[in-house]
């Protein structure tokens, strides 16, 4: 069991590692965060498995059970909340960035997705954002 | 890796600390330099993860179950930090 939790334990600090590495290294901030998110939640599972395989006891394996169900359930939910706050700051792509498939898509005033086929340029504009909004229109009749 | 217990002062436990303190570093130093604040936003979550690793070794390598409660604590205020976080970036980009 020693052996085993000691092997684990190695490869959840590599796998921290390789996250730390990929913060410092990629070139923007949504890579930067891809790296950090996925692999450092794989190198703590890891690790807190290590722990579980060690004291090899129910009221500790249900304990590092709800760790672990805890950070594969908020990881992801904390990256896409910076993610989405981050692509309404601007943050700034990659330079060699081949697509932006967000780009026309979102309501830079409102916030609002939207889904529709064809993605308009003019909607990074404020001004044609205010034209669409239901308090300008002018009313007919 | 010999089989026994899992010394505080073993070849294993000392190299996952170092490699734990190389990737503190590292995390630190895009908290430092990173251009924007989402980027330190994100740094600092990397941060608290690998205290949350480091805070398992520990309760590995001092025999202390009990540790494993301050990783869960941890996690938990990371989680609600970040998305405080995001709130305040987004509503300071919409107020301007």
Do not use: C
């Amino acid at each position: 069991m020693v052996d085993l939790s000691e092997a684990l334990l190695v490869v959840g600090a590599a796998f921290l590692l390789l996250a730390s590495v990929g913060i410092v290294r990629m070139p923007d901030l949504f890579m930067r965060m891809q790296a950090a998110t996925k692999a450092s939640t794989l190198g703590v599972g890891f690790m807190i498995l290590a722990a579980g395989v060690y004291f090899d006891d129910l009221t500790i394996s249900i304990r590092v059970l709800l760790v672990t169900i805890f950070l594969f359930l908020t990881a992801p939910v904390a990256a896409h909340v910076i993610a989405r706050s981050a692509y309404f700051v601007g943050a700034p792509l990659w330079e060699h960035t081949v697509i932006d498939e967000l780009r026309g898509h979102y309501d830079r005033r409102t916030h609002v997705l939207h889904t529709d086929d064809e993605p308009t340029e003019d909607r990074d504009d404020l001004a044609a954002t205010e034209a669409r909004t239901p308090d300008d229109t002018p009313i007919e009749s | 890796m010999t089989a026994g217990e899992f010394a505080a002062g073993s070849f294993v436990n000392n190299l996952v600390f170092a490699v734990l303190l190389v990737a503190m570093y590292l995390a630190f130093m895009r908290l430092v330099r990173g251009p924007t604040l989402p980027d330190r936003v994100v740094a600092l979550e990397l941060i608290t993860t690998l205290t949350v690793g480091i805070i398992v070794v520990y309760t590995i390598s001092s025999n202390q179950p009990v540790f494993l409660d301050a990783a869960i604590v941890v996690a938990l205020v990371s989680f609600l930090g970040t998305v405080a976080f995001a709130q305040y970036v987004e509503r300071r980009a919409r107020d301007g």
